[in-house]
């Protein structure tokens, strides 16, 4: 079973998401709203590291522009992408 991200860890995570792109702050406050109760430290790994791309890479893939590739592409950040765009429709903007 995997484990779910204590308050301090989630507290940390949602400060760590903060970006500077409008785009990616919607569809990060929506994954919040919608998992923040159930995230699990494998889907904390995979949200931190897109977290560490570039704003307009990050907003790619979210779009589905583009696919995880090369050290991105790994299950958890596939996991956390899936969770990221689901529900993504123009009424969520």
């Known amino acids: 079973m995997e484990t779910r991200l204590d ?5 940390k995570l949602r400060w760590r998401c903060r970006r500077g792109l409008l785009e990616n702050d919607l569809f990060i406050e929506r994954f919040f709203r919608r998992h923040e109760e159930t995230i699990t430290t ?4 995979g949200l931190t590291a897109l977290m560490d791309l570039p704003d307009n890479d990050l ?4 779009l589905a522009r583009r696919e995880p590739q090369g050290e991105q ?5 596939h996991e956390v992408l ?3 765009r689901a529900g993504a429709s123009p009424s969520d903007h």
């Open 59 to 62: 907003l790619d893939l979210l």
């Open 73 to 77: 592409d790994r299950p958890e950040i």
């Open 7 to 11: 308050d301090r860890s989630l507290s």
């Open 42 to 45: 494998r889907q904390a790994d």
């Open 82 to 84: 899936a969770l990221l």
